[in-house]
């Protein structure tokens, strides 16, 4: 995978690359990866990459020349890549995006600053709009560091844990099994005894089963979109009647204090 990276700030991004799993696979030659800025491309004396709106308003908008020469520039290292604009108002980025764009073999990623960037760049140059979430960012270098970082660690070789990438959050429409390490006991806190049972097809059953109720728990959303397969049904089923048993046999007291004492 190859990334050239359209910015005003291309300083932010040294330390991105230089640090983890995506500056390991920068030094093994998996992925590569450059900044070039419109600054670079501006022909005033002051280097000025943007100017006021037309029509009024508050802040200010990145020009189209310098932005326009930066992006060609870009596609003439990369012919073959996608240009994908960073942008509030893009499609929401998630991780069957990531696997998508992890085909490809090259991209472009245009990070916009300011207020905005002029309307008629996007028209001509731009393959994409993505954005990272509902909230706003000051610039698309944060958004477009996401992407990266959420892309590399699908390409090939780049993930230590062979399967890693396979296994995670979302690549099965589920969250991520509750994980454990030493020491066994944490501050009173057990780790489950099956994890330390050797036991493989138990352990699994428990992750399976973990993985599904922490979903249920934390992200229904994403339960309702995946559905249910028929022997999560029964999981979820069997858990379902373990609490209302529970419930059965442990009737309110109602001498309980509430917590913080009231
Ligand atoms: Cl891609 N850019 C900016 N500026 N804000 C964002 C975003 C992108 N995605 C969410 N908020």
Not at 223 to 241: F, M, N, S, T, V
Not at 253 to 262: F, N
Request: overall charge negative; some cysteine; aromatic content about 8%.
């Amino acid at each position: 995978m190859d990334y050239i990276v359209v910015t005003i700030f291309p300083e932010m991004f040294s330390p991105f690359w230089d640090h983890g799993i995506v500056g390991r696979a920068i030094k093994e030659g998996k992925i590569t990866a450059g900044a070039v800025t419109p600054r670079d491309f501006t022909e005033d004396r002051h280097r000025t990459t943007d100017d006021r709106p037309f029509g009024g308003g508050m802040g200010m908008v990145m020009k189209p020349e310098p932005l326009a020469g930066t992006i060609r520039f870009a596609k003439s290292r990369l012919p073959e890549a996608q240009s994908i604009l960073l942008t509030p108002q893009g499609r929401p980025f998630d991780q069957q995006m990531a696997v998508s764009l992890a085909s490809l073999g090259a991209l472009i990623l245009v990070c916009g600053r300011y207020e905005g960037v002029d309307e008629r760049v996007g028209e001509s140059l731009i393959d994409l709009e993505v954005s990272v979430g509902d909230y706003v960012l000051t610039g698309g270098e944060l958004a477009a560091m996401i992407v990266m970082d959420a892309v590399t660690r699908l390409v090939p070789g780049t993930l230590g844990g062979e399967g890693s990438a396979q296994e995670d959050s979302f690549s099965n429409g589920l969250l991520e099994y509750a994980q454990y390490t030493r020491p066994r006991i944490f501050e009173g806190q057990k780790v489950p005894e099956v994890l330390c049972s050797g036991n493989h097809k138990a352990i699994e059953a428990w992750r399976r089963e973990n993985a599904l109720i922490r979903t249920f728990l934390k992200r229904r959303d994403l339960l309702i979109k995946r559905g249910l397969k028929p022997e999560e049904r029964k999981i979820l089923q069997k858990w379902y009647r373990d609490i209302e048993q529970l419930l059965k046999d442990q009737p309110l007291s109602g001498s309980d204090p509430l917590p913080g004492g009231q």
